[in-house]
């Protein structure tokens, strides 16, 4: 699982931190990408790549995991 903030030219977008901190905590792989790197970010993915190594190779920040606690899951 990947969780893509955003698919802009840019690479910028607007989230939750606490949220998106929380998730990338379970260990999945949370950043926004251009549309140029899209395709190669879905074949590194499909290949089982380490998606955290692959961002930071293409100058990515992923977002970095938080403290995760029952009290801040959202529920619904």
């Not at 969780?3 to 989230?15: P, R």
């Amino acid at each position: 699982m990947i969780v893509l903030l955003a698919l802009t030219d840019t690479g910028s977008s607007a989230y939750h931190p606490v949220m998106a901190g929380q998730v990338a905590a379970l260990g999945i792989p949370v950043f926004a990408c251009t549309p140029d790197l899209f395709p190669d970010m879905m074949a590194a993915a499909l290949r089982r790549e380490d998606m955290a190594a692959w961002a930071a190779g293409h100058y990515i920040k992923a977002v970095a995991p938080n403290a995760l606690r029952d009290t801040e899951l959202p529920t619904g």
